[in-house]
């Protein structure tokens, strides 16, 4: 760019160096403007995928707090053997007033030894059932996960002790002879009979408190279940 004044015959030019800087901020000024206009969208967070149908959604951090908890089963198991105990007692005392107040005496009962039998093996198997279900109850509130695996380890624990004190007893009956010291009662029944009653009785037993003990494994967490949806 030159500038001519009257008169003078030179022409002055402006520097090129001068010329180059205001472009330069002229396309600095452009380029911030256009960079101003451009939003960036940042990318989604990584996310797990969705759960099936009829799957529950569970926080990755929460998994390491799922599965068999042996202190909970364990000490579910205490509460199913002091309620079964509890439990006896009570309905031993209850039927002791109630024969004392309906004048039913030994001689009635072997009277009428069925009755009698499959009245004590049912009256057993509900107490047993419904003190498997409280312990298993106990067991799902303390691991708060999984409360259907509690309530089997609660079942499962007793199993395993029933049997190991089984083997016990058997093993000190051999030895000594304790069963054949006891007066047990002479009821009239056929062995078949008593030996299948015995046996259905235990698989009743086996399978109600097993039942009993996972659903009480399941309500025991729904607790839990509760309070996370109000928080």
């Known amino acids: 760019?030159?500038?001519?004044?009257?008169g003078d015959t030179a022409t002055i030019a402006t520097p090129a160096g001068d010329a180059s800087t205001q472009k330069y901020e002229e396309a600095r000024a452009a380029a911030s403007r256009a960079m101003s206009t451009i939003t960036?969208?940042?990318?989604?967070?990584l996310r797990t995928p969705p759960a099936l149908p009829g799957e529950e959604e569970i926080d990755a951090e929460l998994l390491s707090y799922r599965g068999f908890k042996f202190g909970a089963a364990f000490f579910g198991w205490l509460i199913a053997v002091?309620?079964?105990?509890?439990?006896?007692?009570a309905v031993a005392g209850a039927?002791?007033?109630t024969a004392e107040i309906l004048d039913y005496t030994t001689s009635?009962?072997?009277?009428?030894?069925?009755?009698?039998?499959?009245?004590?093996?049912?009256?057993t198997?509900?107490?047993?059932?419904?003190?498997?279900?409280i312990g298993g109850y106990v067991a799902g509130r303390l691991a708060r996960f999984d409360g259907g695996r509690q309530g089997f380890g609660v079942w499962m624990i007793a199993v395993l002790l029933a049997v190991v004190a089984g083997g016990a007893g058997w093993v000190l009956d051999s030895q000594y002879g304790f069963v054949d010291d006891i007066n047990r009662p002479n009821?009239?029944?056929a062995d078949n009979t008593l030996l299948l009653g015995s046996i259905a009785a235990t698989a009743a037993v086996l399978v109600l408190t097993l039942l009993a003990a996972i659903l009480g494994g399941k309500s025991g967490r729904r607790y839990h279940d509760r309070i996370d949806q109000l928080l």
């Open 82 to 89: 002091s309620m079964s105990v509890l439990l006896m007692a």
């Open 95 to 97: 039927a002791l007033g």
């Open 125 to 133: 198997v509900f107490m047993l059932t419904l003190a498997f279900y």
């Open 108 to 123: 009635d009962a072997k009277a009428q030894p069925g009755a009698a039998s499959i009245t004590a093996a049912g009256v």
């Open 187 to 189: 009821v009239d029944i």
């Open 1 to 6: 760019m030159s500038q001519q004044y009257p």
């Open 40 to 45: 960036v969208t940042p990318d989604p967070p």
